[in-house]
């Protein structure tokens, strides 16, 4: 079974999070904010790497790599034939991207705002 719904996914991300949040933090109110804060922090981690990956920063340094090692490929291949290949297979292995892009930064601003949260509310 395959959920594409980041919503749903988000939901099941929130329940486990609380309850690891519940499991390292026990009842300690400070270690709540803390711990909700820095889960937070790497859920935005993941998201903004993920759109810097998928965003396709890192394609030049591959293209300039790919020139370089012009041995790497097959003498009778054309260039054309190596941007359809890349192509296709940059989009079925990015298919998954998006959702675990807006999932995780999801996750990352209910978090942090959790922790706000939690620290204003004394």
């Known amino acids: 079974m395959r959920v594409n719904n980041p ?12 309850g690891l949040l519940r499991f390292t933090a026990q009842a300690e109110r400070m ?13 935005l981690i993941v998201s903004a790497s993920l759109f ?15 020139k370089f090692n012009s041995w790497l490929y097959p003498a009778g291949a ?12 940059r989009n079925e292995t990015h298919a998954w991207m998006p ?4 999932v995780s930064m999801m996750l990352g601003i209910f978090f942090i ?3 706000l949260l939690l620290l204003y509310t004394v």
């Open 113 to 115: 705002g959790l922790s």
């Open 78 to 89: 054309s260039e054309v034939d190596r941007e359809k290949e890349s192509a296709v297979s």
């Open 7 to 18: 919503f749903i996914l988000t939901l099941i991300g929130i329940v486990l999070g609380l």
């Open 52 to 66: 810097v990956v998928r965003g396709g920063f890192f394609q030049s340094f591959a293209a300039n790599f790919k």
């Open 99 to 102: 959702i675990v892009i807006a």
């Open 31 to 43: 270690a709540w904010i803390d711990h909700a804060f820095l889960l937070g922090v790497g859920w």
